[in-house]
């Protein structure tokens, strides 16, 4: 609070106090935005996962090993979802708030009439667009992978997810995990195809 106080004084002092505020207020936007929809994406998920538990497991060694995590963790799993919810909020959030200065140069990008020769773009799309696109493909990727991890831990707790057993998977663990790897190809698959742009900037 105290460095906000004092960056609002100085802005002040030098009649740029718009600037200040359009800082302060993309980063708040970053922050609620980003945070919020990775941290809903991770609680769906965690739901998704535990509503997809077996109704019925057999009774063999490792499912009744697991019983003893599954009666301790059950008592406390709204409350667990709900705080790891929180927790990844803040966290990534205050991540996103951090990329405002990538996000306005993308926001205000102009061209500058002279197009690259290998891919016939504007140059304002390697230093305005190409940054901002990367930085979001990071973030959702990051969510996905939070994500993943959440679901396949609630799915092995309840017997979704049996290595040790013949049938080593559930059906709902399955179509969801897939779902979210298929999700997390398809993000890597839109970063390789920025690799290609990246190269026009390398040395």
Not at 8 to 13: H, M, R, T, V, Y
Not at 14 to 40: D, I, K, Y
Not at 83 to 106: E, M, R
């Amino acid at each position: 609070l105290a460095g906000i106080w004092t960056d609002k004084l100085w802005f002040d002092s030098v009649e740029f106090n718009s600037v200040f505020t359009t800082t302060l207020v993309t980063q708040g936007l970053l922050f609620v935005t980003v945070g919020g929809l990775t941290s809903l994406l991770f609680v769906v998920n965690l739901q998704w996962a535990y509503r997809g538990r077996p109704a019925f497991l057999p009774s063999t060694p490792d499912v009744e090993a697991l019983n003893q995590y599954r009666n301790a963790f059950e008592p406390v799993r709204r409350t667990a979802t709900v705080v790891a919810g929180i927790v990844l909020f803040f966290f990534v959030g205050t991540g996103a708030a951090q990329s405002w200065g990538t996000y306005l140069l993308w926001r205000n990008g102009q061209p500058f009439g002279v197009a690259d020769p290998q891919f016939g773009m504007d140059i304002s799309f390697f230093t305005f667009t190409l940054p901002w696109l990367r930085t979001l493909l990071s973030f959702i990727s990051a969510a996905i992978v939070l994500s993943a991890i959440a679901a396949a831990a609630i799915h092995y707790i309840y017997g979704g997810l049996r290595p040790q057993s013949g049938e080593r998977t559930s059906v709902a663990a399955r179509r969801q995990l897939s779902i979210l790897g298929g999700a997390y190809l398809l993000v890597r698959a839109g970063s390789l195809w920025l690799d290609r742009y990246d190269l026009v900037t390398k040395d």
